[in-house]
């Protein structure tokens, strides 16, 4: 069966880390491109990186130089790690595969993972 | 990046048609066709049911149809029915070469 599971999410205070998994069933991650995409309680859908299936890797200007986006191809999993944690990170995060290469259109989610920022 | 703005609700009998509207700028929904919209079920994950401004992928039923004028793209459900009670959100291409997402609609059936 073809699916996404995260895995990762939990309490953290702020300026803390933080790293979530993605665990792929069914396709190759690394020849897709693979997204995150976070929502924050009651709000609507923000992406956050993709890494291209070249290992190219791009961020929300929201999460630039805070978040690193990684794969390892011998799991079969996606990564999102998460430094210096702020109250507003909080969020639903997902993980979301394009496999129109570039096109960002999301068709597979996982069911995603609850991080919460808080003291 | 401003997200493309989207009603924040929009209702209609079971049956009827609705138009949900995503006016963005020249920067995204005006200068490229990679429009997609996703419907979301409260506690569940986005699902795509329109992509490429009107394409849909299979199993999404042809009730929903997308098209696009200008910087305004729109997805409409014809016969509405109580399943498709949801958000909905549309997502654009943007000239930063990452995408972002509209406002989000919440669909009422009455």
């Known amino acids: 069966e073809v699916q996404l599971e995260e895995s990762g999410g939990g309490l953290i205070q702020p300026g803390g880390s933080l790293r979530l998994s993605c665990a792929a069933s069914?396709?190759?991650?690394?020849?897709?491109?693979m997204n995150w995409v976070r929502q924050a309680p009651g709000k609507g859908l923000e992406w956050v990186s993709v890494i291209f299936s070249s290992g190219s890797t791009y961020y929300a200007d929201s999460v630039k130089g805070r978040f690193a986006i990684s794969r390892d191809n011998s799991k079969n999993t996606l990564y999102l790690q998460m430094n210096s944690l702020r109250a507003e990170d909080t969020a639903v995060y997902y993980c979301a595969r394009d496999q129109w290469l570039g096109s960002y259109y999301f068709d597979l989610w996982g069911r995603g993972t609850l991080v919460t920022v808080s003291s | 990046q401003s997200a493309p703005t989207q009603p924040a609700s929009v209702s209609g009998s079971p049956g009827q048609s609705i138009t949900i509207s995503c006016t963005g700028t020249?920067?995204?929904?005006?200068?490229?066709?990679?429009v997609s919209w996703y419907q979301q079920h409260p506690g569940k994950a986005p699902n795509l049911i329109i992509y490429?401004?009107?394409s849909r992928p299979s199993g999404v039923p042809d009730r929903f149809s997308g098209s696009k004028s200008g910087n305004t793209a729109s997805l409409t459900i014809s016969g509405l029915q109580s399943e498709d009670e949801a958000d909905y959100y549309c997502s654009s291409y943007t000239s930063t070469s990452t995408p972002v997402f509209g406002t989000g609609t919440k669909v009422s059936v009455l």
């Open positions: 020249s920067s995204d929904v005006g200068s490229y066709n990679y």
């Open positions: 490429g401004v009107s």
């Open positions: 069914g396709f190759t991650v690394s020849s897709k491109y």
